[in-house]
């Protein structure tokens, strides 16, 4: 391993700003920038350089989601986080694969920007608040409170059912399979009663301009798909610390597909197609804590 501080955290650098945007293509650039504010630093002054990284990609990280922010309002359609191909070993360390889920990254998304930075460095880093507080400029006691606020938000809207690594594989398996016969009770057996479909093109591809809510009407729109498709091949794959599916057509990935799962049945299903945030699928990414 390199002696270099920037090497040896790069990938946690890397998964603070993902988490905190919800872009790998954003959270790469804040990555290089961070990058060059260390190589321009005198490393004499820097006492904690984990410390040091953080920070400065926290900040980088912060301006950049403010700028997303004004330009997510005139994105077409439904926005979906960018998904990251991850190597299964992920799903082993269960709080990291839970901060990196899509279903979490799509409640990050309701939090204020500074409410996620602070939420992402306390709860996923185990930051302490007064680096955190450096970190957002704000006093220790304000960065506590703000925690306490985001915590609360997010348990009221994250997915709470634990599902198992079985589970989870057999549930996504009767879901491949019932899409790719195109068979609508299949689906209907597999989804739960208020599930609901969001689909991701970003005004490139088509996909639903709103959300597609109820068994029924998300299992008719995806019985359809094969006759839309007929050459398409839906795979397995870990996606976000999570198995996940894609679908190829004729040269190459068309969409990701990512389900939560609760209680055995599919609860929501998040379909990114926008070939943006499909450009960067064909290695895993190192994430950690």
């Known amino acids: 391993m390199s002696d270099d ?51 400065i990609t926290t900040r980088l990280a912060l301006n950049r989601l403010r700028t997303l922010a004004r330009r997510r309002e005139d994105y077409v359609g439904e926005w979906l986080p960018e998904p990251l191909l991850t190597s299964p070993d992920v799903a082993e360390d269960v709080e990291l694969a839970e901060s990196i889920s899509m279903a979490m990254l799509t409640v990050l998304e309701t939090l204020a920007p500074t409410e996620r930075a602070v939420f992402v460095l306390r709860e996923v880093f185990d930051t302490p608040y007064d680096e955190i507080a450096e970190a957002v400029g704000k006093s220790p006691a304000a960065v506590r409170q703000i925690a306490h606020r985001a915590r609360d938000h997010v348990a ?26 195109g068979d609508l009770q299949r689906l209907l057996d597999v989804l739960a009663p208020d599930v609901v479909l969001v689909a991701d093109g970003g005004g490139q591809v088509s996909a639903a301009r709103r959300p597609l809510v109820g068994a029924e009407t998300v299992a008719k729109f995806l019985a359809f798909l094969p006759r839309l498709a007929p050459d398409a091949t839906v795979e397995m794959l870990w996606l976000n610390g999570a198995l996940a599916l894609r679908a190829d057509r004729g040269d190459g990935l068309d969409t990701a597909i990512s389900l939560t ?25 190192a994430v950690t804590r």
């Open 5 to 55: 501080p920037f090497v040896t955290h790069r990938s946690l650098l890397f998964t603070v700003a993902y988490e905190m945007l919800g872009s790998a293509a954003d959270a790469e650039d804040v990555v290089q920038e961070t990058w060059l504010r260390w190589a321009d630093q005198d490393r004499g002054e820097v006492r904690d350089p984990r410390a040091y990284l953080v920070r």
């Open 156 to 181: 009221a809207r994250r997915p709470r059912m634990e599902v198992s690594l079985a589970e989870q594989e057999a549930v996504v398996e009767r879901f491949r399979s019932a899409i790719l016969a």
């Open 261 to 285: 799962i609760e209680d055995g049945r599919v609860t929501r299903v998040l379909a990114i197609r926008n070939p943006d945030k499909l450009a960067r699928m064909s290695e895993p990414v």
